[in-house]
């Protein structure tokens, strides 16, 4: 039904990964060292701790991590509602954090649509007025305009029925509708929400997040803080902050079980490594002491087998790990890694007194990743007698 109100459904291509100042197609919203401080009667407190990342046209984001970590403090730095202490922020050619407080309202009024927890619709003013004030605000289109788009805009979301109530005459998943109807008021590209479900029960969080998936849809970029994991589940892209920082998606990936903590830890460990089509990654019967996560294209699992030719056993893909059985058991590679002739490899490699030290503190995760090494060591067994 909403895919009806919203039109036709197109496919969009999921982000490049955009993270750590690569260069990216298509990419729009960039953050660049930001740091934000913030001083309390306490003394200073840094919120964000040198945040570099990039957002795609059409990309649908989930900004993730517990209470606290700066996801609200993140966001705001890119709707102007706060300022980095240091560090730019660009949305497309605008550099947000040079203009003024009046450019910013104004900017702000035409490229983003702003969506918070809760709906923040004016009180005093009916629906259809709360809608058309960003239009007013930003004199976009002419007043007989305003009325009709704000009508339109309401049948989009429906709830045209009730246009001329006040907010407080409806339920609160109607008002975030219409506060969603009144991010779009200008048709901004990209629409920001702080955890536009967050109020809602679980019926009424569905059909909102519904309703930003036919926007992205239709070509919006979207980022969204959530605390909602199974909806995270479903954006293009998470983005996980941890203590005022971004946590590598591939570490979250392969190793799920840590605290965010420890993730962030790792983080701060990885060594990007690339290897062209087909190059060894690590070779059987080398000592080894990295730790490694696939962050771009296939692996080869390669067993070299006494008569007869090697033999690929398996293969790795993005946000598998290998490297592990070393680390637990000691000794010499028990296989080779190529990257496949199919393209290009990338990966993180974690030092293993880093990865020890972690594992140390997570039980959990020693455990599955234990597993894990026992069904390779089986498979390599396996491939080796085959
Ligand atoms: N205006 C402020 N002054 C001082 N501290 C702030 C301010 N805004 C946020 N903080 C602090 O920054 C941290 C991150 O806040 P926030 O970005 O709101 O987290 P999240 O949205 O992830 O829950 C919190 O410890 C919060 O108390
Ligand atoms: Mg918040």
Redesign the pocket.
């Known amino acids: 039904m909403l895919q009806r109100l919203f039109g036709k459904k197109d496919s969009r291509r999921r982000g490049a990964d955009g993270q750590d100042g690569t260069t990216v197609d298509d990419s729009f919203i960039h953050l660049h060292n930001i740091v934000k401080t913030?001083k309390?009667a306490a003394g200073e407190?840094t919120?964000l701790k040198g945040i570099n990342v990039h957002f795609n046209r059409g990309e649908f984001v989930g900004v993730i991590?517990?209470?606290?970590?700066?996801?609200?403090?993140?966001i705001?730095m890119i709707t102007g509602i706060?300022r980095p202490t240091s560090g730019a922020v660009w949305v497309g050619d605008t550099p947000v954090h040079k203009l003024s407080e009046g450019e910013l309202a104004v900017w702000r009024g035409k490229n983003l649509g702003v969506v918070f927890q809760f709906f923040q619709l004016l009180p005093t003013l009916t629906l259809i007025e709360n809608i058309m004030l960003p239009m007013d605000f930003c004199n976009m289109y002419s007043p007989r305009q305003r009325k009709e788009r704000a009508m339109h805009l309401l049948e989009r979301v429906e709830m045209e029925e009730h246009a001329h109530k006040l907010p407080t005459a409806i339920s609160g998943g109607q008002q975030q509708r219409v506060a969603i109807a009144r991010s779009l008021a200008n048709d901004p590209p990209v629409i920001i929400a702080?955890e536009p479900t967050g109020n809602l029960d679980s019926k009424t969080a569905e059909s909102i997040f519904q309703m930003f998936e036919e926007l992205v849809s239709q070509g919006k970029t979207i980022l969204m803080?959530t605390h909602d994991s199974s909806l995270a589940k479903r954006v293009n892209r998470t983005l996980l902050?941890a203590d005022?920082e971004i946590v590598s998606e591939y570490v979250a990936q392969a190793l799920p079980m840590l605290t965010h903590q420890q993730m962030l830890a790792l983080t701060h460990e990885l060594e990007p490594e690339s290897f062209q089509p087909g190059a060894t990654i690590i070779q059987e019967g080398s000592a080894g002491d990295h730790f490694y996560i696939v962050t771009e294209g296939v692996c080869d699992v390669v067993l070299h087998r006494p008569r007869g030719s090697d033999v690929v056993v398996s293969h790795f893909t993005i946000g598998q790990f290998f490297g592990e059985i070393e680390m637990l058991h000691g000794g010499h590679r028990r296989a080779t890694i190529r990257a496949s002739e199919a393209g290009p490899v990338k990966v993180v490699a974690i030092d293993y007194e880093k990865m020890c030290q972690v594992l140390g503190e997570s039980e959990q995760t020693r455990d599955a990743i234990e597993r894990i090494a026992k069904d390779r060591i089986a498979e390599n067994v396996a491939g080796r007698e085959s």
């Open positions: 913030f309390t407190f919120v991590g517990k209470s606290g970590s700066g996801k609200s403090t993140l705001n706060d702080d803080v902050i005022g």
